[in-house]
T-cell receptor, first 111, second 115 residues
Framework: DAKTTQPPSMDCAEGRAANLPCNHS???????VYWYRQIHSQGPQYIIH???NNETNEMASLIITEDRKSSTLILPHATLRDTAVYYC????????????FGTGTSLTVIP | GAVVSQHPSRVICKSGTSVKIECRSL??????MFWYRQFPKKSLMLMAT?????????EQGVEKDKFLINHASLTLSTLTVTSAHPEDSSFYIC???????????FGEGSRLTVL
């Protein structure tokens, strides 16, 4: 898996957009970018993934730069329940491939 | 998304005893499951890859005789912590891949406390 780098922590005001960056400058051509979050004392929750096109689902949007060396997860209207540790992982899409987690970004949504 | 369930969610045991944690994929078949361990304020550490019908593959530094993994069916993998000691106290999390896009779905986690 390509190594990913994320800021250790971020704050965001409730109701505002939360933009979480991830650097994956050594990503390979077949590696997808996956985002997960972990709320305290729970298992990680899948958010979104993408290869090179921007993606959007009911939870978030994923913006991947054209050179694929970085990406941004966007939570359009952050709520207090979005307070969590967010992990960015670059990995091939094959079923059975291991995911190695970095240190992630601890997002705190402030009232 | 796909559902992965773990049991028990919390377990307390005495030092020297063994504890089994179950991981089930409820609405899909999982050829491969993964076991992670997480210490307080730390990230998830991959322990082993569990393959249905074959021996698990352990990450470097993980004792295979201490952390026994069995993946006897496409919907169930078990992790047994043998002869548990206080330093084995941790949050154990399993996951499985639910589709060809490789995204993993995680269980709720099992918190083990060894007294």
């Amino acid at each position: 898996d390509a190594k990913t780098t994320q800021p250790p922590s971020m704050d965001c005001a409730e109701g505002r957009a939360a933009n979480l960056p991830c650097n994956h400058s050594t990503i390979s051509g077949n590696e997808y970018v996956y985002w997960y979050r972990q709320i305290h004392s729970q298992g990680p929750q899948y958010i979104i993934h993408g290869l090179k096109n921007n993606e959007t689902n009911e939870m978030a949007s994923l913006i991947i730069t054209e050179d694929r060396k970085s990406s941004t997860l966007i939570l359009p209207h952050a709520t207090l329940r979005d307070t969590a540790v967010y992990y960015c992982i670059a990995s091939p899409p094959n079923t059975g491939n291991q995911f190695y987690f970095g240190t992630g970004t601890s997002l705190t949504v402030i009232p | 998304g796909a559902v992965v369930s773990q049991h028990p969610s919390r377990v307390i045991c005495k030092s020297g005893t063994s504890v089994k944690i179950e991981c089930r994929s409820l609405d899909f078949q999982a050829t491969t499951m993964f076991w992670y361990r997480q210490f307080p304020k730390k990230s998830l550490m991959l322990m082993a890859t569990s393959n249905e019908g074959s021996k698990a593959t352990y990450e470097q530094g993980v004792e295979k005789d201490k952390f026994l993994i069995n993946h006897a069916s496409l919907t169930l993998s078990t992790l047994t912590v043998t002869s548990a000691h206080p330093e084995d106290s941790s949050f154990y999390i399993c996951s499985a891949s639910g589709s060809g896009y490789g995204e993993l779905f995680f269980g709720e986690g099992s918190r083990l406390t060894v007294l």
